[in-house]
């Protein structure tokens, strides 16, 4: 099983700072990896996917990088709607299953 | 607009089967190459992936939950279905149906992520 780990756990941050979160998985995922947000009491929301390739509708202050072993999610400047909790997760075909990290929580500072 | 809603039991009992549907809207569950999974979240364990089945009817589970799991779909509902069994407090959780695709091209494979995702149901394992 691979196994993600995203650092750090929580993230205090000002509003309009560049914060960048790490995921890091256990053994290559190649680029099969997705971004989410999550808010308290919604579901998650897809922001990544294929690393670096956000989905519709995201603004472009979001950005993913990295490929293997080692992502990155980037929001350039952070404003008030996107203190959340931010989950990376990979996808492998063999056998096809999910694996999500821990999360990071990013806190307004 | 494609939507998932999720239904079921709240409570269950411990030893008992953990029975909910995924209602889907907006697009055939049998018509389209997409896969559709349970997804489930506990404050101690966070987001953990449960089972997903393939519009053709391919299953695959989390081999951690395998032995206790099933999920199948109903076309003729357009909806799909999680059976956990033998459920302990461990199994309380929130539990979120959701959609994604996954392009494949030989030994290659894209996956776009699980981009429609339903509001999720709260359901407690406790006697």
């Known amino acids: 099983e691979i196994v993600m780990t995203q650092s750090p756990a929580t993230l205090s941050v000002s509003p309009g700072e560049r914060v960048t979160l790490s995921c890091r998985a256990s053994?290559?995922?190649?680029?099969?990896l997705a971004w989410y947000q999550q808010k308290p009491g919604q579901s998650p929301r897809l922001l990544i996917h294929?690393?670096?390739t956000r989905a519709t509708g995201i603004p472009a202050r979001f950005s993913g990088r990295g490929s293997g072993t080692e992502f990155t999610l980037t929001i350039s400047r952070l404003q008030s709607e996107d203190f959340a909790v931010y989950y990376c997760?990979?996808?492998?075909?063999?056998?096809?299953?999910?694996?999500f990290g821990g999360g990071t929580k990013v806190v307004i500072k | 607009q494609l939507q998932l809603r999720e239904s079921g039991p709240g409570l269950v009992k411990p030893s008992e089967t953990l029975s909910l549907t995924c209602t889907v809207s907006?697009?055939?569950?049998?018509?389209?190459?997409?896969?559709w999974a349970w997804i489930r979240q506990t404050p101690g364990k966070g987001l953990e992936w449960v089972a997903s089945?393939?519009?053709?009817?391919?299953?695959y589970y989390n081999p951690s939950l395998k032995s206790r799991v099933t999920i199948s779909s109903d076309t003729s509902m357009n909806q799909f279905s999680l059976n956990l069994t033998s459920v302990t407090a461990a199994d309380t959780a929130v539990y979120y149906c959701?959609?994604?695709?996954?392009?494949?091209?030989?030994?290659?494979?894209?996956?776009?992520?699980?981009?429609?995702w339903g509001q999720g149901i709260t359901v407690t394992v406790s006697s």
């Open positions: 053994q290559s995922v190649t680029d099969n």
């Open positions: 089945v393939y519009y053709s009817g391919g299953t």
């Open positions: 294929g690393a670096s």
């Open positions: 907006g697009d055939s569950i049998s018509s389209s190459s997409y896969y």
């Open positions: 997760q990979q996808y492998t075909s063999r056998p096809p299953g999910l694996t």
């Open positions: 959701a959609k994604y695709q996954v392009l494949l091209g030989g030994d290659y494979h894209y996956y776009y992520g699980l981009d429609v």
